[in-house]
C-alpha cells in the first residue's frame, strides 16, 4: 500500500475529511520549501500538492499564475524542487505530491523524471493537461515506480468515463468543482452537489474536490458530499502575504469541523 | 508511391500532435472531432461553405506569375498565389468561414479566438458578423499597440477585443487566455483557433479549410502549365498557410515543400521565432510539437517584426514533415522580410504582409539555386496594408520594433 493510500485509510478510522493544501515551490525562494512543507504538516494537512511553475499554466487563475512567475524569475527549475524535496522528506511524513504541466517533465525525460521522483519519494504526480487518452506517454513507467499518477474529472465529464477515469488510479479522484481555472469562486450551484454524489458512486476510491475553494464555508458544505479539499489559491495567498498565523486558523477550524 | 493518411484516429502524427488539454475541455475536443467528421462528409455543409468562399470571400484567388520578380530573381519562375486577394485581406478568412459554420451547426453562437497580427482576429469577427454571433477576440497587449487598425478593424465588426498582459503579451499569452475562457464557456462557446496547432481535432480542421489553397494552385498551375510546380513556398508561424498549400501536394513528392520562418534579429540570437529550426519537440497548448523553449522546458518569448510569425511552437504536422523530411524548413531575419517587402511592392506593385515577405524573401534566394526553367508558388498569405504604419515607422529611422 502506497503512502496516500494509507493517508486515507487512516482518515477513515479517524472519520476525518482530507485537506490537501497547494503550495507554488519557489514562490518566497525555492530554500523555504522543506520549512513549509513541515508547516502545513504540522497545521494538519493530509497530504500536500507541490506546484512547479511553468511558463504557460492554462488551467491556472491569476493567483497561481503570479506565484508562478514568481517562481520562475527566483530561477525555480523541476530539478531543483525534487532536489528540496528529497531534503523535506527527513522530517516530512505526510504525501507529497507533485503537480506539473507535462511539458517541464518531458523536457526533463519521462524515465529520468520518474526516475528521479521515485528517489525523492514523491507519492504521486498530478499532471492537469494530461488526459487519460494520452496517459500512456508517462502512467505505465509512474505505476512501475509506484507513484500515483492522480487522475481528474470535471463537470464536464460524462459518468461512463469517470467511471472509467476513477477505475485506474489507487490513489485519489481529483474533481474539478468549477467549469474554469484554478482561484477564488463565491458560491458553488446545487448542480455541484449532485455531481460530487455521483462521482462517489461511481468510484472505488477517494474522491476529493478542488478549483475554487477558498473559505470555511465552502469546504463544510462540499464535505458532505465528497472526502476532501484541495485548497489551492487560497493557501498560495497565506504564504505569499506571509499570514502564517491566519492560515494555521483556516486549517485549524477546518480540523475542529470533522474532529 | 505511399498515400498520406495522417493524422491516425488519437490525432498523432508519429509522435507530435494528439489531445495535452485540461479534462474540462475534452468533452468539447471530442464533440468539436465527431461533429467536423459528420459535417466533412454532408454535401451541403460543403456547398455552404463553397458558396460563402466564391460570393463572399471572392474565391477562387489568382494564380499571378510575378515576371518582375522572376527576372530580378534571376532563376526559376515566380509564382504567386494571392491569398492576399481574399475579403480581409489573409487566408484566415477561409479557415474562419468553415469553422463558424460548424460552430452553428454544433448549436453554439458564442465565438472566442486567438489572435497575433489581428488578421484572424480580423477574419473571425467578420464572419460573426456576418453569421451573426457573439465574437471575443484575445490579443497580446504589445500586439494591441503593433496592429492599432486591425484592434478597431475587429471593433467596427462588432468583435470585443480583450487585451492580455501576462507573459510576453503576444500571440501565445492570448491563446492561454483564450484556452481558459473555453475552459471556463465551453457550454456554449467555441473556440476558433487560427492556426494548425492546438489540440485534435484542430490541427486537422485548420488543415482542411486551408487546402483550398493548395488544391486551387495545383488546378491552377496544372491547367496553366501541364504539369505541377518544382517547389512551394509558405512562411510559418504556426504554419496555417502552409499546411492548407502544402496538404494537397504531400502526395506527389516531385513537388519540394518549403516552409519559411522568422529569424528575427537571426537565429544565433535569443530574438527569433524559429520554432522549427531552433526548438525542440514539447507540449504546448494542447499538442507536442517544435517549441522554443528554455532547458527546463519554460516556453521562451518569439521575436519577429511580423506579428503573425511571433509564436514559440509550430503545428504538429509540420513537425512531423520535418522529421521525415518531406518538407524542409528555412528562416528568414527582419532585415531580409523587410527588404523583400519593398521589392515585392516596387517590382509588382503588390505590397505584401510582413509574414508573406518572409515567404517571398526565401522564394527569390531559392529561385537563384534552382535556375531557370524551374517553377515555384509562392503563397502570398495576406496584404500589407496593416503593416504599412510599422515599416515606415523602422524605415524612417523610428522606434517602432
Known sequence: MNRIEQAFQQLNKENKKAFVPYIMAGDGGLENLPERLALLEKFGATAIEVGVPFSDPVADGPTIQRAGIRALQNGTSLKGIIKEITKARESVTIP???????????????????RDVQTAGVAGCIIPDLPVDEEAIIAPLLEQAEVELIRLVTLTTPIERIREISNKGKGFLYTVTVKGITGTRNEFGNELHSFLQAV????????????????QEQIKEITKYCDGVVVGSKIVEYFANNQLEEMEEFMTIYKQTFA | ????????????????????????????????????????????????????????????????????????????NIYLKREDLNHTGAHKINNAIGQALLAVRMGKRKIVAETGAGQHGVATATVCALLNLDCIIFMGEEDIRRQALNVYRMELLGAKVVSVTSGSATLKDAVNEALRYWVANVDDTHYLLGSVSGPHPFPVIVRDFQSVIGMETK????ARNGSLPHAVVACIGGGSNAMGMFYP??????????????????????FHAASLT????GVLHGALMYVLQNEDGQIQEAHSISAGLDYP????????????????????????????????????????????????????????QLGAGQNIVVCLSGRGDKDVDAVKSRLKGGSGK
Open chain 2, 278 to 281: 531552433k526548438g525542440r519537440p
Open chain 1, 200 to 215: 462517489k458512486e461511481v468510484s472505488p476510491i477517494p474522491v476529493l474536490a478542488g478549483f475554487g475553494i477558498s473559505s
Open chain 2, 1 to 76: 508511391m505511399s498515400t498520406y493518411t495522417l493524422p491516425n484516429e488519437k490525432g498523432h502524427f508519429g509522435i507530435y500532435g494528439g489531445k495535452f488539454v485540461p479534462e474540462t475541455l475534452m468533452k468539447a475536443v471530442t464533440e468539436l472531432n465527431e461533429a467536423y467528421n459528420e459535417a466533412k462528409n454532408d454535401p451541403e455543409f460543403q456547398a455552404e461553405i463553397d458558396r460563402l468562399l466564391k460570393e463572399y470571400v471572392g474565391r477562387e484567388t489568382p494564380l499571378y506569375f510575378a515576371e518582375n520578380l522572376t527576372k530580378h530573381a534571376g532563376g526559376a
Open chain 2, 249 to 270: 501536394f504531400i502526395d506527389d513528392e516531385e513537388v519540394k515543400l518549403f516552409g519559411v520562418e522568422a529569424a528575427g534579429h537571426g537565429v544565433d540570437t535569443p
Open chain 2, 219 to 222: 488546378q491552377q498551375f496544372l
Open chain 2, 313 to 368: 511552437g509550430v503545428g504538429p504536422e509540420h513537425s512531423y514533415l520535418k522529421d521525415s523530411g518531406r518538407a524542409s524548413y528555412h528562416s528568414i531575419t527582419d532585415k531580409e522580410a523587410l527588404d523583400a517587402f519593398q521589392l515585392l511592392s516596387k517590382l509588382e506593385g503588390i505590397i505584401p504582409a510582413l509574414e508573406s515577405s518572409h515567404a517571398v524573401a526565401f522564394a527569390v534566394k531559392l529561385a537563384g
Open chain 1, 96 to 114: 507529497i505530491i507533485l503537480m506539473t504541466y507535462l511539458n517541464p517533465v518531458y523536457s526533463y525525460g519521462i524515465e529520468t523524471f520518474v
